[in-house]
């Protein structure tokens, strides 16, 4: 059981650029979320979907673009990056409902990306 | 709308002393989870404990415990016998299930000396 995968771990880009950071979780969640973390910041939702085909807006959506076409799977993409996109952002799955629900969300291991 | 703040930006302790990180919340809800999560060095968002707010017994897991006052909306965690490895940053969350959304504090930077 790998969990939840990031990938790539870093990356850097110039203004301008676009680029999709790959997320994949492998234990069968329906709901998955991408954040991204700032400095004194906490982590701030951007992102999320509660199962295959269904996506909605967090705290802080603009610039990123997401698909949900399976339920393993959840890319972000940056359309157009800028300096204010660097940051390190993490993928989170949970489960939905059930016994089993509680909120607790499982983390990827996150990618620092910087935009020069 | 939820809110979750941390008033502490970094804490230091002595190896094996004991250390309380502070949480407070805001929301209108009755029925809700509480976490803290821990953010090593390496990065890895790490749950340490978790509290259901039903439950008027406060959480432990062995060397980690929490003070629940929920009429107060606080949500404290002791770390007793500090260890270099707690070393790390700490999260305060807060999870509603009619909203579905993992709400963070800023974090607190505790920092365990030899």
């Known amino acids: 059981n790998a969990g939840v995968t990031q990938t790539p771990k870093f990356q850097v880009l110039k203004t301008g650029q676009s680029m999709t950071l790959q997320c994949a979780q492998d234990?069968?969640?329906?709901?998955m979320s991408w954040y991204r973390q700032d400095p004194g910041m906490g982590l701030r939702l951007i992102h999320y979907?509660?199962?295959?085909?269904?996506?909605d807006q967090g705290e802080v959506p603009n610039g990123y673009n997401v698909s949900r076409s399976t339920t393993e799977d959840f890319p972000l993409r940056l359309l157009s990056a800028a300096p204010s996109q660097t940051s390190v952002y993490f993928c989170?799955?949970?489960?939905?409902?059930?016994?089993?629900?509680?909120?607790?969300?499982?983390f990827g291991p996150g990618t620092r990306l910087t935009v020069l | 709308a939820q809110t979750v703040t941390q008033s502490q930006p970094e804490m230091s302790v002595q190896e094996a002393e004991t250390v309380t990180l502070s949480c407070t919340y805001d929301t209108s809800e009755n029925n809700y989870y509480l976490f803290w999560y821990k953010q090593p060095p390496s990065r890895q968002m790490i749950l340490v404990i978790r509290q259901e707010a039903y439950k008027q017994q406060n959480a432990t897991e062995n060397r980690f415990s929490v003070n629940f006052q929920k009429a107060a909306k606080s949500f404290s965690l002791k770390i007793s016998d500090s260890q270099l490895g707690d070393t790390a940053m700490y999260f305060c969350?807060?999870?509603?299930?009619?909203?579905?959304?993992?709400?963070f504090g800023q974090g607190t930077t505790l920092q365990v000396k030899p």
């Open positions: 969350a807060f999870f509603a299930g009619n909203t579905g959304k993992l709400i």
């Open positions: 979907s509660v199962g295959a085909g269904i996506t």
């Open positions: 234990m069968n969640h329906e709901y």
């Open positions: 989170a799955s949970r489960v939905s409902w059930g016994p089993q629900h509680s909120g607790e969300q499982f």
